[in-house]
Structures are given as structure tokens and as C-alpha cells.
């Protein structure tokens, strides 16, 4: 998985973001522990959840 910056993640809406989200989370739990694909993964999902922390919620 490309890692995502949150400067990228910003670029993307909220549907896609979950989407992505998901696809981090299956990348970081099939990579090897400690790997760099996992560190990857694991930044990409912070990355993501910042972005939609700081979004507003949608109604």
C-alpha cells in the first residue's frame, strides 16, 4: 500500500477515506510484524483518522 499523507488524505472525500481506511488495515495486518509495509499501513491509517477527526460530521 502507497503511503498517505495528511496532506493527501485532505484531497479525498470522507466515503473514499473509509475505503482507504479499510485498505491500510488489511495491508497492516497481512505485512510482517515490524516490517516497513507495516509502519507504512499503520501511518497511512493515522494519517486518515486525523483527516476525519477534523473534518465536521455530516448529517
Known amino acids: ?3 498517505i499523507s ?7 472525500g470522507t466515503v473514499e477515506l473509509y475505503g482507504l481506511r479499510k485498505e491500510a488495515f488489511i ?3 497481512s505485512a510482517n510484524r515490524g ?3 507495516q509502519r507504512e499501513a499503520l501511518a497511512t491509517m493515522r494519517a486518515i483518522e486525523n483527516e ?3 473534518r465536521k460530521p455530516e448529517a
Open 52 to 54: 476525519l477527526a477534523a
Open 27 to 29: 495491508a497492516f495486518s
Open 35 to 37: 516490517s516497513t509495509e
Open 6 to 12: 495528511r496532506f493527501e488524505a485532505a484531497t479525498f
Open 1 to 3: 500500500m502507497k503511503l
